[in-house]
Structure formats: C-alpha cells, structure tokens
C-alpha cells in the first residue's frame, strides 16, 4: 500500500508537473492563469511533500519487520496502513496550502512579468520549508535505517532461523532502501543550490538543471519498482497495452503469489 501511494506521487509528478514545466521553461511567461499557477505550484508541493513522508512511513514500516517480525502482521494492518497514508496526504496538502498561499501573496509584488508563475520565499518561509519537509523527515528516515541496519547485523542469524523472515520482506527492504538513497540523490543538490542561490527558485541555469534531476527521481522509481516487482511489471504491462480498459480487467490480479 505504501509503495502504491509513492506510485501514485511518481504518476502525478510525469503526467501533471514534467509536461508543465517543460513549457513553464520554454516560454518566459505563464499563460494559465493566477489560479492555475497556484494549483500547479500546490500539487508540486503537496506530492513532493507526501512522497517524504511515504518515505518515512516505509522506514518505520521496515523497523516493525526487522525489529518485531513475529508481531508484524498485528502492529502493520491495512487498515492502519491506509489511515496513515491518507492522515499523511491531508496534511502534505493542508501544509502545502498555508505556505504556499503566504509565499504567493508575497510575490504578487515582485512578478516582473505579466503571467509570470514565480515563487519568491521569504527567508523565514525558506527555512521553514527546508526543516519541515527536508531535514527534520530526513533525519527521521537515516535515523530509523541505521536503527534497522544495526538490528538487522545483530539478529541476523536469530532471525532467519527463529522467525522464518520471507524472502519477499527482504527483497522490500532492500527495494525501499534503494528508493530512499535514489530520493536523497535527486534532492540533495536542489537543496544545495537553492542556498546557495538565495530566495528565487526560478531563474538561474544551475537551479532548473537540479529541478530537472528532482523531477527525474519520480521517472527512476518506477525503473527500482519494475526491476524488484513483478506485480509492478504486470500490472504496468496490463495498463501500457490498454488491457485496463477491457471489461475482464476487474477480474486482473494485480498482486499474483510470488512462486
């Protein structure tokens, strides 16, 4: 479920944000409107804010499995599995709104180009925003998988032999974790050249190259997803080739038992 709602955060951002910025950075102004702006502006927030803390559900998700594997399927239901992913969503977009509705009246007096979509952060806005929706879940994830990595080390044996941990979890650890190093790859530099560049996050060479590699991180998932899943696979086949639109698609399997 955790990984269906990334998915979800990668399919917004390659049919919704890459298509628009692309012409965003053709054309030197904004044809959509002011309200089509914030929208745009909004759902590039609130995705790249849900897709950290899918993110940190994941690790905690990981933590459960190693640490307490014989309780697992008791502590991880999927009912509480969706209430934290629609919990986490809501407050990605409540948060979402409040800083961007802020930032966006601020540089009402700052466009210098009729149509212009430009966000101008204030300083303390910025630094609310890199603390929030960076460094503090950042923190969270690198703390809990070094929690997960000296458990895994200590109770390796004990595990494999007592518990009986599938070859299934294993191969998720190691799928998210890959995810998670690709994630702090893709962000890291954004990050770096936005301090450095200051409070425009629009203009310069250097920072639209980094916006590009951040948006390329939604495109790399499904890659780690196809490559570990074979459900992902499947199910990507069934849509690629139109299959979904069949009527015999509600009967499609989307999770078939792993042989």
């Not at 955060?9 to 944000?17: E, K, M, Q, T």
């Not at 849509?239 to 979904?244: A, F, G, M, Q, V």
């Amino acid at each position: 479920m955790i990984v269906l709602s990334l998915a979800v955060a990668d399919l917004i951002v390659g049919l919704i944000v890459i298509p628009l910025m692309g012409i965003r950075y053709i054309e030197s102004c904004w044809y959509f409107g002011e309200a089509f702006c914030f929208l745009f502006l909004f759902v590039i927030f609130m995705v790249v804010t849900a897709s950290l803390g899918n993110l940190v559900f994941v690790s905690l998700d990981r933590y459960i499995a190693v640490s307490d594997p014989l309780r697992y399927t008791v502590r991880v239901t999927t009912d509480r599995i969706v209430i934290c992913i629609v919990i986490n969503w809501l407050c990605c977009g409540v948060y979402s709104f409040i800083i961007l509705y802020n930032t966006m009246f601020y540089s009402k007096t700052l466009d210098r180009c009729y149509g212009h979509c430009t966000i101008f952060f204030k300083f303390e806005h910025f630094v609310t925003d890199l603390l929030v929706t960076f460094v503090a879940p950042s923190c969270v994830i690198m703390s809990i998988y070094v929690k997960i990595f000296c458990v895994a080390k200590h109770q390796a044996k004990v595990v494999n032999s007592v518990t009986g941990v599938s070859k299934s979890q294993r191969k998720a650890g190691k799928t998210l974790g890959i995810v998670v190093i690709v994630f702090f790859m893709c962000w890291i530099p954004y990050y770096i050249v936005t301090l450095i560049e200051g409070n425009e996050l629009t203009e310069s060479v250097e920072l639209n190259v980094t916006c590009w590699i951040l948006y390329m991180n939604s495109c790399m998932n499904p890659l780690i997803y196809s490559l570990f899943y074979k459900w992902f696979r499947i199910s990507a086949k069934h849509i690629l080739t139109l299959n979904i639109l069949k009527p015999s698609s509600e009967y499609f399997n989307l999770f078939p038992e792993d042989k």
